[in-house]
Nanobody, 115 residues
Framework: QVQLVESGGGMAQPGGSLRLSCAAS????????MGWHRQTPGKQRELVGL???????HLVDSVKGRFTISRGDAKNTVNLQMTALEPEDTAIYYC?????????WGQGTLVTVSS
């Protein structure tokens, strides 16, 4: 059973920064694509960004220039550096990993941006 463990959520003031990290429990499995999604109450889960093994990245327009997604030094890890946070970034952030076996999700970590 694959587990994705997220860390780094919490509270920040508008304009502040937070860094999210995610690590897959199994290092013997490859995940060519890893990324982050987020969800707020009453809305569908939406993509924030993703990164491939070749370090090709994609970030949605609403976070471009503010968020950076990167692979960690350890295998099967992914980070999301969030800067210039806005109240609209408040959400539960979910780590996502994909391979030929399917798509896997973390349990989510809450990010709250408020003054």
């Amino acid at each position: 059973q694959v587990q994705l463990v997220e860390s780094g959520g919490g509270m920040a003031q508008p304009g502040g920064s937070l860094r999210l990290s995610c690590a897959a429990s199994r290092s013997d499995v490859n995940y060519p694509v890893m990324g982050w999604h987020r969800q707020t109450p009453g809305k569908q889960r939406e993509l924030v960004g993703l990164i491939t093994y070749g370090n090709v990245t994609h970030l949605v327009d609403s976070v471009k220039g503010r968020f950076t997604i990167s692979r960690g030094d350890a295998k099967n890890t992914v980070n999301l550096q969030m800067t210039a946070l806005e109240p609209e970034d408040t959400a539960i952030y979910y780590c996502n990993a994909q391979n030929l076996r399917g798509e896997f999700w973390g349990q989510g970590t809450l990010v709250t941006v408020s003054s």
